[in-house]
Every structure is written in structure tokens, then in C-alpha cells.
């Protein structure tokens, strides 16, 4: 089946810095995919939707500024959290359907990132 | 705006008893439904949908599902659960033409032996 895989799954760092998420389907080509962030015990909040070779659509409240997508290519998005702060802290989740597909069809999501900000 | 509701934010069941997980969705269009699980520190995998047709929908593991327009519910159940169910739930609408998931604030179950 489809299988969305996102590197790293858990990273920690120092407040002020920048850290970058990828994700890739591995195994089909999508021209969109889908950034979620998950606080602890909550459901999924959709961030932003990633578009290849155009700019990414963010959700109300989402800002742009601080978490940078980019959609280089049909198999990759990445989600870069820029000078990230404690309050980031968070499992982002991201997701894909293949190209082509009706936009009725489930999203195939990746195993998540950890990530937390000291 | 769609909204989804899920009504219990945990469950608890013992082995091999039958389970109900309740969802409630509202929206003004059309809308496609899903189910989703999801493992401690992983994603989400797809249990079922329903997009048209029958309004009894079977999914992976055993689970299914019913889709009541009048009540606007898409409750899932499994009649017998094992140890390994235990996970988080996640209910979930895409309102007909926008491809976005909007969740409920997911149900845990927690199987006990």
C-alpha cells in the first residue's frame, strides 16, 4: 500500500533553533500533502496544506512565518519550525494521497515527529 | 463549518466484550467519514470510510461502522475487542469537494485483561 514515511521521529534541541521535518511518499507521487501538529492527548489541527512547485496554504492562526513548507518535489515536503521555542514543542503529523486520486480518498499519514524544544 | 464530536474521550473494556465508540458530525454539505487509529507515537492508519452506498461499513481488524444521516452519527463498534485494540480513535469528516480532514478530539480505548 501507499507508506508516507517522515524523518526524524524524535528530535530535541535548544530553544532558537531551526529544525527541519521531511516527508516522503515513498512509493507514489503527490502533488499535495498535508502538515498536522498534535498536542499531548488532543486530536490533529491541520496546519497547512503543501502544494507542489506553488506556496503552501496555511490554516487560520497558522504562521506562515514560523513554520516554512516546502514542496520541491512530488514525493517531498518539508516543514521547517523556524527559531523554535518550548511552546512548539509538539508531534507534527503529515500526510499525502497519490496524484490523481479523487480528493475523497484517505490521506496515507506518516509516523509522526517528535518534537521538543528545551 | 464542519465539526466533529466525539462524545467519550476514554473507554474502558474488558477482553472480549463488545465496544461502541460514538461520533457526531455536523456540516452544512455533504460529507465523506472516516475512522482512524492511532499507536503510541505513530500516525494514523485508516480503519474505514464511508464515502457512498451501503451505510454498514467493514473495516480492517474487525471493526465497522454505521453512518446515520438523520442523526448525523458514525458510530464505530467491534462486537468481541482484543488486548491489542487498545489505542487512540479518531473520527474524522472531509466536507464533499475539499480535500481536508477535520477530527474529533479522538476516543482512548483501553483494553483490560
Known amino acids: 500500500g501507499a507508506v508516507v514515511s517522515q524523518h526524524p521521529s524524535r528530535v530535541i534541541c535548544k530553544s532558537g533553533t531551526s529544525v527541519k521535518i521531511e516527508c516522503r511518499s515513498l512509493d507514489f507521487q503527490a502533488t499535495t500533502m498535508f502538515w498536522y501538529r498534535q498536542f499531548p492527548k488532543q486530536s490533529l489541527m491541520l496546519m497547512a496544506t503543501s502544494n507542489e512547485g506553488s506556496k503552501a496554504t496555511y490554516e487560520q492562526g497558522v504562521e506562515k512565518d514560523k513554520f516554512l513548507i516546502n514542496h520541491a518535489s512530488l514525493t517531498l515536503s518539508t516543514l521547517t519550525v523556524t527559531s523554535a521555542h518550548p511552546e512548539d514543542s509538539s508531534f507534527y503529523i503529515c500526510?499525502?494521497?497519490?496524484?490523481?486520486?479523487?480528493?475523497?480518498?484517505?490521506?496515507?499519514f506518516g509516523d509522526g515527529t517528535r518534537l521538543s524544544i528545551l | 463549518a464542519q465539526s466533529v464530536t466525539q462524545l467519550d474521550s476514554q473507554v474502558p473494556v474488558f477482553e472480549e466484550a463488545p465496544v461502541e465508540l460514538r461520533c457526531n458530525y455536523s456540516?452544512?454539505?455533504?460529507?465523506?467519514l472516516f475512522w482512524y487509529v492511532q499507536y503510541p507515537n505513530q500516525g494514523l492508519q485508516l480503519l474505514l470510510k464511508y464515502l457512498s452506498g451501503s451505510t454498514l461499513v467493514k473495516g480492517i481488524n474487525g471493526f465497522e461502522a454505521e453512518f446515520n444521516k438523520s442523526q448525523t452519527s458514525f458510530h464505530l463498534r467491534k462486537p468481541s475487542v482484543h488486548i491489542s485494540d487498545t489505542a487512540e480513535y479518531f473520527c474524522a469528516v472531509m466536507p464533499g469537494g475539499y480535500n481536508k480532514l477535520i477530527f474529533g478530539a479522538g476516543t482512548r480505548l483501553a483494553v483490560h485483561p
Open positions: 500526510s499525502a494521497n497519490p496524484q490523481g486520486t479523487y480528493s475523497n480518498q484517505p490521506q496515507h
Open positions: 456540516s452544512s454539505v455533504s460529507v465523506y
